[in-house]
């Protein structure tokens, strides 16, 4: 009896060593502190071997998607595993599997009433083929299922209004104070630049310079995840160099 009841003891300190989470966030997933005003909730829960799975839910409790990670050797988190993605009517939206990090297997997209939207094969996160679908089952010409956000004319617009609207802060230049920084910044839905991050910083005159070229882009054309508006974190770099 005794011998059972410490085996007892012990399962339950083993599946209470495995924590849970709770987080809650915005409409453009800005951290809240709370549920109040909260679009969306995420419970992350630790397994063992190193695994995460990040269930993430709409408000009213409809689950959004759940997400299989592990951390690597260096303690960050790679998606390792399947991806689930649900409309916030319950329908199966998207699935696809991965394996550190990277794409592999079958891709598949759907659209609210279970037809097929989209079929893509993935190799060590390569294309290998891909077909799509209009709602009545159709194929259609082929788009890819992640869009990265674009500055208006591309990157080689980008370069030149940085170079543009780029001042030189005096009292870095005038003792030959230069290096790159590297900012994150979220473009949101509609394509405009929000939360604006200093990753990588050389002072404060140039962080501020930097971050002050970023406020006055103007709206980019926003990411695209199987063909809807998403918000997506980017990162860039800016380089000074003294005169």
Not at 32 to 58: C, G, L
Not at 78 to 105: A, I
Not at 157 to 176: C, D, G, M, T, V
Request: hydrophobic share 35%.
């Amino acid at each position: 009896m005794i011998k059972n009841l410490i085996i007892l003891i012990h399962f339950l300190l083993l599946i209470n060593s495995f924590g849970q989470e709770r987080m809650y966030f915005d409409n453009e997933w800005n951290k809240m502190t709370d549920s109040i005003n909260a679009v969306y909730y995420k419970d992350i829960i630790h397994q063992p071997e190193n695994k995460i799975i990040e269930r993430v839910y709409f408000i009213n409790g409809q689950i959004k998607s759940e997400i299989e990670f592990v951390l690597n050797s260096e303690e960050k988190k790679e998606r390792d595993g399947k991806s689930l993605f649900w409309y916030e009517s319950g329908e199966l939206k998207n699935e696809m599997f991965l394996k550190n990090g990277k794409k592999e297997g079958l891709l598949l997209s759907f659209w609210k009433d279970g037809t097929i939207k989209r079929k893509d094969l993935y190799k060590n996160n390569k294309l290998k083929k891909g077909s799509c679908f209009n709602e009545k089952g159709e194929k259609i010409k082929y788009y890819k299922f992640e869009i990265m956000p674009e500055f208006p004319g591309g990157k080689r617009e980008l370069i030149s209004f940085i170079k543009k609207n780029l001042r030189y802060p005096s009292i870095s230049n005038q003792y030959k104070i230069g290096g790159k920084v590297i900012l994150e910044f979220k473009v949101d839905k509609l394509g405009f630049v929000q939360n604006i991050i200093v990753k990588t910083g050389v002072n404060v005159e140039i962080d501020n310079e930097a971050i002050r070229i970023i406020k006055a882009m103007p709206r980019w054309k926003p990411g695209l995840q199987d063909g809807n508006p998403v918000s997506v974190k980017y990162r860039l770099p800016i380089l000074f160099q003294p005169n």
